[in-house]
C-alpha cells in the first residue's frame, strides 16, 4: 500500500526558513510535489519535480522555495527560505504516476509563519 510520509512543519517567523520532508513508500513516482492550502482557499501548486530533475514553481516562491528529490530514497524535500506571513498553510506532498496513472496524497503538515 502507497504511504506517503511528512515531515518538517511548524512555526517560525517572518523571513526564517524550514524544510520539508516526504518519503513515498511502496513504488516509484514519475513526479512529485508539493500543493498548499490556506483556511479558505483553494488547494495551490507550490513545486514539482520529475524523476529525472525537472522542476516547476508557482511564480509566488520562485528564488525563496527549492524542491530536490533523492530517488534512491524516493523522497522528497522542500526547502523554503525567507518564509512570510502568506506561507502560512498545510502543505500537502502528490506523487504521480503516469502509466498506470496513479495519484497520492500526504496527510499535510502545518506551516506557520509569524510576522
Known amino acids: 500500500q502507497v504511504q506517503l510520509v511528512e515531515s518538517g512543519g511548524g512555526l517560525v517567523q517572518a523571513g526564517g526558513s524550514l524544510r520539508l520532508s516526504c518519503a513515498a513508500s511502496a513504488i516509484m513516482f514519475n513526479t512529485m510535489g508539493w500543493y498548499r492550502q490556506a483556511p479558505g482557499k483553494q488547494r495551490e501548486l507550490v513545486a514539482t519535480i520529475t524523476s529525472g530533475g525537472n522542476t516547476n514553481y508557482a511564480d509566488f516562491v520562485k528564488g525563496r522555495f527549492t524542491i530536490s528529490r533523492d530517488n534512491a530514497k524516493n523522497t522528497v524535500y522542500l526547502q523554503m527560505n525567507s518564509l512570510k506571513p502568506e506561507d502560512t498553510a498545510v502543505y500537502y506532498c502528490?506523487?504521480?504516476?503516469?502509466?498506470?496513472?496513479?495519484?497520492?496524497w500526504g496527510q499535510g503538515t502545518q506551516v506557520t509563519v509569524s510576522s
Open positions: 502528490n506523487a504521480e504516476r503516469w502509466y498506470p496513472w496513479s495519484n497520492y
